[in-house]
Nanobody, 124 residues
């Protein structure tokens, strides 16, 4: 069974940091692009960051450039999202996803597999 499992979410004060992880099981995602999306209460899911299969290309939403960093470890079948200088508006459920295109893509429709999400709450 293919699974993407996020971890690392939680409650943090504004200005703090969190590192999200997304571990894959059931198959290798070495050739897959990986991405992070988020959904805040009452809002649609939005793109956050993506990384190509070999880590050579990354893509970020404008609102997280310089604040978040995506990386991956293909040996561990895991992708990470380092989130710094967190703000209350970063509060959301964060989802990881995998795309068979292998590219760093911002379109959710291009992703084949999704995790269940991890809650990130930033207090002011």
């Amino acid at each position: 069974q293919v699974q993407l499992v996020e971890s690392g979410g939680g409650l943090v004060q504004a200005g703090g940091s969190l590192r999200l992880s997304c571990a894959a099981s059931g198959r290798t995602f070495r050739t897959y692009g990986r991405g992070w999306f988020r959904q805040a209460p009452g809002k649609e899911r939005e793109f956050v960051a993506a990384i190509s299969w070999n880590g050579g290309n990354t893509r970020y939403a404008e609102f997280v450039k310089g604040q978040f960093a995506i990386s991956r470890d293909n040996a561990q079948n895991t992708v990470y999202l380092q989130m710094n200088s967190l703000k209350p508006e970063d509060t959301a459920v964060y989802y990881c996803a995998a795309t068979s295109t292998g590219r760093a893509i911002g379109l959710s429709s291009e992703y084949d597999y999704w995790g269940q999400g991890t809650q990130v709450t930033v207090s002011s």
